[in-house]
């Protein structure tokens, strides 16, 4: 079951566990330049607002209601991230874990390759969470991917132009598998004394808090690939055999421009987000993560693709404004040379 909590989505599997809870956040955050270097982690500027496509029948375009789902505005060029957590399930010392898959235009995030329900046993294509607890972009190579960034449907520069061909799906596709409840019992045994229920969600990234006459072709919006991030996707640490092929949920999550998100809302947009510069000249946190395991290398359908910019060079556009490199100066480092459930000690 798929439900929105404010600007949460909430996906439940109260058939295997009454407490199997993953909750999904779409963060907007700085678009890192696009200028060949890697960068850390940037913060979040806080969720995009999500709304049920069904409550704008007479506004969204119809086959936007054919594929169901949720909305979100972004602005072209803004960049997001996916923030996933799960709930402690009291007793276990444990988050109920679950398998995630992640595509743009019906393009999977971490192997390239085309959409098709259900997990890979051969080729992970799927995040575990909590292990990963967010995703900036698309796996290009071994602990680096390429930043989402929206763009116009149609226009070219989207991930699923380049692996596919084609441009006529857009947006992003998620598919959520739990953890069976037998095998979460075995991994995390109940522990039998009393404790505290603890329910907090780790957000390191988190920093802060015309329209008439619209055309739909380009209110609709696609993710193609934007600059270079340090980001590990963490390999699963489970058997195969430990995820549920029944059930699973999937949702739809359409990508509107901005600028047409009031006319079929009537909500006004979120503000245009900082660029990068004015961010790092106030001398605000990046961030290092570093997993606890082995990471994925990426999927042959994704090392060789283009970014935005790349793209447009050949295209003689320039869809990418305010794109100056800039040395981040404020740089968190977490979890950096920590053994598996290490604590970290920080500064006093």
């Keep these: 079951m798929i439900e929105l909590d404010g600007d949460t989505m909430v996906v439940s599997f109260p058939d295997v566990h009454p407490a199997a809870r993953l909750r999904i956040t779409f963060q907007r955050t700085l678009r890192i330049p696009d200028d060949g270097s890697d960068y850390p982690l940037p913060p979040g500027l806080g ?68 959409w098709r329900d259900g997990l890979s046993a051969t080729t992970q294509n799927y995040v575990v969470s909590p292990r990963q607890p967010w995703l900036d972009g698309f796996c290009v190579k071994k602990g680096t991917i390429r930043q989402f960034v929206a763009m116009p449907l149609g226009d070219g520069y989207s991930v699923e132009k380049q692996v596919t061909g084609r441009e006529e799906h857009g947006g992003l596709q998620l598919q959520v598998v739990p953890m069976r409840r037998a095998a979460f019992e075995r991994r995390f045994p109940k522990v039998e004394r009393h404790r505290f229920a603890a329910n907090a969600s780790m957000v390191p990234n988190a920093c802060a808090d015309m329209f008439d006459g619209v055309v739909f072709c380009k209110a609709e919006m696609s993710l193609g690939a934007g600059g270079r991030m340090r980001q590990e996707i963490s390999a699963d640490p489970f058997d195969f055999a430990d995820w549920a092929t029944e059930p699973t949920s999937r949702c739809f999550v359409h990508l509107v421009n901005s600028l047409a998100w009031r ?3 009537g909500e006004a947009p979120p503000t245009v987000p900082f660029t990068a510069a004015e961010y790092n000249r106030e001398e605000l946190p990046w961030f290092e993560y570093y997993a606890d395991g082995p990471a994925l290398d990426a999927g042959l359908p994704l090392k060789g693709i283009k970014s935005i910019l790349e793209l447009a060079k050949a295209m003689g556009t320039n869809p990418l404004p305010e794109n100056q490199p800039v040395t981040p100066a404020n740089i968190v480092q977490l979890r950096q040379g920590l053994r598996p459930g290490q604590v970290r000690e920080g500064s006093f």
């Design 47 to 114: 969720a995009f607002p999500l709304r049920h496509v069904d409550d704008f029948a007479a506004s969204a375009p119809p086959h936007w209601l054919r594929r169901g789902g949720v909305m979100l505005p972004m602005y072209q060029s803004e960049a997001m991230w996916l923030h996933f957590t799960s709930d402690e399930i009291e007793g276990h010392d444990a988050r109920y874990p679950f398998a995630i898959r992640v595509a743009a235009g019906k393009v999977d995030a971490v192997t390239g390759e085309p």
């Design 263 to 265: 006319k079929i809302t």
